[in-house]
């Protein structure tokens, strides 16, 4: 990792800096493996509300329930970990059971700082989980399936002699999409937190970059996503607005910029690269592998997948889009 630009993690609007930890990820239960994820900054700061009682300080997080024995941790240790460094209380219901973590304390600032270590603990493990949702535009238009119907006809007829080229590594046409943005929702509540964010966003700024009319789009040229167009895994079609405008361009990137202050989607870029995934390695094993799988297994392995790439020189002489 580079000291000078570290890995950062946004919780309720507010960055965090996550420093360097071994390349080899360990087992959740191995004892290690907590005492790294709590290697934050974790200053008190004015983030969160909390509330004072007659007994101190008091603040909740709500949290999915499959993230409970992450807080929890083996036999224990990392809630008592917290309890014991912050001065504070931690409450979390039982497995199964949706509800709020609730800290108390008799500082302020160790409620926070506890809110801010669970906050941060449960970003490292839904970081690690499998996608589960993602955000997209369909561009799957009649018009739209029959020119990509009619490219990968092309495509198979022209060039099926060139290295991996074959019929299982094409979308399926009912599938167009133009992407904004992967998801990890790991209960109903956030599944329903997510479809009022975007009502949010169709209110306070879709509605007046669009004019409240569909804006028309369409598929112009072809790209691959890597350097060299012999050793190709995914290729795409390029998308524009018809009128020449950046209205779309726009419109996904605030919210993109939406979930990704709410935590919701990892901030590795700011801005959305508009593109319609047309071949993808991935299909081979898996016609429905697009952007399902995330990082790390949910027990922190490292996933690598191996993928069968496809010569994509000839392909690209046809500008067929």
């Not at 700061?45 to 992450?70: I, M, W």
């Not at 460094?85 to 800290?103: A, D, M, W, Y």
């Not at 040229?221 to 209205?247: F, Q």
């Not at 071949?279 to 429905?288: G, H, S, Y």
């Amino acid at each position: 990792m580079d000291v000078l630009r570290p890995q950062l993690i946004t919780i309720d609007g507010r960055n965090y800096r996550k420093n360097p930890i071994q390349e080899n990820y360990p087992h959740e239960d191995d004892e290690g493996f907590y005492q790294d994820s709590m290697e934050y900054s974790d200053e008190p700061c004015d983030a969160y509300e909390v509330e004072q009682t007659p007994q101190g300080f008091r603040t909740t997080v709500n949290a999915p329930s499959l993230l409970y024995k992450h807080i929890v941790g083996k036999r224990g240790d990392t809630k008592k970990k917290i309890e014991m460094e912050t001065k504070t209380s931690i409450s979390i219901p039982k497995p199964g059971q949706e509800g709020e973590i609730v800290i108390t304390g008799q500082h302020r600032n160790g409620v926070i700082s506890a809110r801010t270590r669970i906050d941060v603990l449960m970003d490292t493990f839904r970081r690690k989980q499998p996608f589960t949702h993602f955000l997209s535009f369909f561009l799957n238009e009649v018009e739209v399936q029959e020119r990509f119907v009619k490219f990968q006809e092309e495509v198979l007829e022209k060039c099926s002699m060139d290295r991996g080229v074959d019929s299982s590594i094409f979308q399926n046409p009912k599938k167009l999409h133009l992407t904004i943005g992967m998801l990890v929702l790991l209960s109903e509540q956030e599944i329903q937190q997510t479809c009022e964010i975007l009502q949010r966003c169709k209110e306070e700024f879709i509605n007046d970059i669009s004019g409240g009319k569909p804006l028309e789009a369409e598929m112009a040229g072809i790209e691959y996503m890597n350097d060299d167009p012999g050793m190709v895994d995914v290729l795409y079609a390029k998308v524009h607005m018809k009128d020449g405008s950046n209205r779309l361009q726009e419109l996904v990137d605030r919210v993109l910029e939406r979930f990704q202050a709410l935590g919701l989607i990892v901030k590795d870029w700011n801005s959305v690269k508009l593109h319609a995934t047309v071949m993808n390695t991935l299909f081979r094993k898996d016609p429905n592998a697009e952007g399902r799988y995330n990082l790390y297994t949910a027990d922190g392995k490292y996933i690598f997948k191996e993928r069968e790439s496809f010569d994509g020189r000839n392909i690209l002489k046809l500008k067929l889009f």
